[in-house]
T-cell receptor, first 112, second 112 residues
Framework: EAQVTQNPRYLITVTGKKLTVTCSQNMNHEYMSWYRQDPGLGLRQIYYSMNVEVTDKGDVPEGYKVSRKEKRNFPLILESPSPNQTSLYFCASGRRNQETQYFGPGTRLLVL | SQQGEEDPQALSIQEGENATMNCSYK?????LQWYRQNSGRGLVHLILIRSNEREKHSGRLRVTLDTSKKSSSLLITASRAADTASYFC????????????FGSGTQLTVLP
């Protein structure tokens, strides 16, 4: 089944404790992206990647890191999480020359 | 930055009625897309309309685009309880998934 998977789905952590949210897609998509969703603010793009080893900042990159060492994986790294990073995070993927994006199920993060 | 703004923010209708949601945006676009999000889940692509199109249909969905007014509408006909979800418009400035910007969404509730 074609899909985007994220792990974990739920995470509670404390300020300053490094964490990684994994994202994987099995559709051979070149494009991958991370968003955060907060009430009243819609989806805001954190980082995106057009291909392996190519990443770029979105609208709200501060406090986040990403890497794209393999085409199928695009992990999101929070080196020192803070409470304002409490949010619902979505990974998405798509073909480089197509506009549609395919979303993962989301990761709900709570930073205490 | 948020490009699309949906209106209304929330809409409640009876099963069988039609639901209309509107989206306004600020800059010229290549295409506009509508996505649906069930509570706490990932977004699912519904329909895409290009800047040179004025209307598009897909099943019970009808999308219109008025580039002169920088606005789009999504009509769901003969609504069902299963249509209860949040609906987001997303504007693409270019021809790839990279530059997709989402609005803050309309929460649709269809009462049985």
């Amino acid at each position: 089944e074609a899909q985007v998977t994220q792990n974990p789905r739920y995470l509670i952590t404390v300020t300053g404790k490094k964490l990684t949210v994994t994202c994987s897609q099995n559709m051979n998509h070149e494009y991958m992206s991370w968003y955060r969703q907060d009430p009243g603010l819609g989806l805001r793009q954190i980082y995106y990647s057009m291909n392996v080893e190519v990443t770029d900042k979105g609208d709200v990159p501060e406090g986040y890191k990403v890497s794209r060492k393999e085409k199928r994986n695009f992990p999101l790294i929070l080196e020192s999480p803070s409470p304002n990073q409490t949010s619902l995070y979505f990974c998405a993927s798509g073909r480089r020359n197509q506009e549609t994006q395919y979303f993962g199920p989301g990761t709900r993060l709570l930073v205490l | 930055s948020q490009q699309g703004e949906e209106d209304p923010q929330a809409l409640s209708i009876q099963e069988g009625e039609n639901a209309t949601m509107n989206c306004s945006y600020k800059t010229s676009i290549n295409n506009l897309q509508w996505y649906r999000q069930n509570s706490g889940r990932g977004l699912v692509h519904l329909i895409l309309i290009r800047s040179n199109e004025r209307e598009k249909h897909s099943g019970r969905l009808r999308v219109t685009l008025d580039t002169s007014k920088k606005s789009s509408s999504l009509l769901i006909t003969a609504s069902r309880a299963a249509d209860t979800a949040s609906y987001f418009c997303a504007t693409a400035l270019g021809g790839s998934a990279r530059q997709l910007t989402f609005g803050s969404g309309t929460q649709l509730t269809v009462l049985p």
